[in-house]
């Protein structure tokens, strides 16, 4: 069975940094793409981050220059480093990949969910 796991969130002061982790198990032939999404209370998801299968990256405005995401595909982990961390970024993150199965067809995962939380 796929599932991807979170780790990495918790409380933070404002100006800190946190570095956040999803794991993919089981059998997977490759990861296409992933990206880091947040809900805030009240809010709607948002795309904070992607990485495509080539390593191209794009971040929501708010946050460039500030996070970074990664994966190193010989682990099947995806990171988010997030740093400067603002009181504004305080949200429950899930992260996302599309994963190839041995079956050659392609499948959207999401994590559980982590939350970060940044006092002011």
């Known amino acids: 069975q796929v599932q991807l796991v979170e780790s990495g969130g918790g409380l933070v002061q404002a100006g800190g940094s946190l570095r956040l982790s999803c794991a993919a198990s089981g059998s997977i032939f490759s990861i296409n793409a992933n990206g880091w999404y947040r809900q805030a209370p009240g809010k709607q998801r948002e795309l904070v981050a992607a990485?495509?299968?080539?390593?191209?990256?794009n971040y929501v405005d708010s946050v460039k220059g500030r996070f970074t995401i990664s994966r190193d595909n010989a682990k099947a982990t995806m990171y988010l480093q997030m740093n400067s961390l603002k009181p504004d970024d305080t949200a429950v993150y899930y992260c996302?990949?599309?994963?190839?199965?041995?079956?050659?067809?392609?499948?959207?995962?999401w994590g559980q969910g982590t939350q970060v939380t940044v006092s002011s």
């Open positions: 996302m990949a599309d994963l190839r199965l041995p079956d050659g067809f392609e499948y959207r995962y």
């Open positions: 990485i495509s299968s080539g390593g191209a990256t």
